[in-house]
């Protein structure tokens, strides 16, 4: 088999047709618009043709692969190819109504790319699901509940607005070259309903960084640095300052962010 990866890109092509298949199952390919993020030789991509797309936009950072993909799709015009960093492209723009967007995510960068996506300017977004493959560790940090050592501004940040519909875990062998962790599939929906009147995702990653930053000291210190009356304020919003950052209920961050975005001190 004719692969080369490059460590510098975090590149482990997924070559498991079984686990390639349970991927694409997990929605319905017909007739919609699709986007992959990071297809390396496309075995993901010609599974994803066979089930007929409208479109299909495919993003490849590597140059050499990027214009084997461009040779091997040459006749199909459902197929556009960006041979641009994921982390500079224009999603917003780009992006046609209620499209899927897959990824095989470089692990190196996997959680920048899913911020990017979370941090749309327009919500409800463009796309109406996200099915991304992420390093195992990586996962659990975005699914982590409240008090736990996973629980941080990741899975805060993505529960503001996707909800994680499924999930299952990929073994090294479906690599190549095979990684020494393992690896969990995520499904997400955005959350169209979101109560929180936070006027810009920006400030939730903000404080959320303040907060987690110290991770094991008091939030009273973390909380004054962001309001002149945090006393009378915290009492207000009845959080307790004695709380550690993973001892606090997402609802209290986006409480917090909501009123740093009327109170704040600068």
Request: glycine share 4%; net charge positive.
């Amino acid at each position: 088999m004719n692969i080369y990866a490059k460590k510098s890109l975090g590149q482990n092509f997924l070559v498991d047709t079984n686990i390639i298949k349970k991927i694409i199952n997990l929605t319905n390919i017909l007739d919609k618009n699709i986007l992959e993020i990071g297809p390396g030789k496309g075995a993901l991509t010609d599974q994803i043709l066979k089930n007929k797309p409208k479109s299909l936009i495919l993003i490849e950072k590597d140059n050499s692969l990027s214009n084997e993909l461009k040779f091997k799709y040459s006749n199909n015009k459902k197929i556009t190819i960006y041979n641009k960093d994921v982390l500079k492209f224009n999603f917003e723009k780009k992006l046609q109504k209620d499209t899927i967007i897959f990824g095989n995510l470089p692990y190196n960068i996997a959680s920048q790319i899913l911020v990017n996506i979370i941090k749309f300017k327009k919500w409800p977004p463009k796309y109406s699901s996200l099915i991304f493959m992420f390093q195992k560790e990586m996962a659990e940090r975005i699914m982590g509940k409240r008090g736990t050592a996973e629980y941080g501004r990741l899975s805060i940040l993505t529960n503001f607005r996707l909800k994680v519909m499924n999930k299952f875990k990929v073994s090294p062998n479906c690599f190549f070259p095979k990684p020494k962790i393992d690896s969990t599939v995520l499904f997400f929906k955005p959350n169209t309903k979101i109560k929180n009147k936070i006027k810009n995702v920006e400030n939730l990653e903000k404080i959320t960084h303040l907060f987690f930053s110290k991770r094991r000291k008091m939030i009273n210190k973390s909380f004054s640095k962001l309001f002149k009356n945090s006393q009378a304020l915290s009492k207000k919003l009845e959080i307790n300052l004695s709380l550690r950052p993973s001892q606090l209920h997402e609802n209290d961050f986006y409480k917090i962010v909501e009123c740093y975005e009327k109170y704040k001190k600068i």
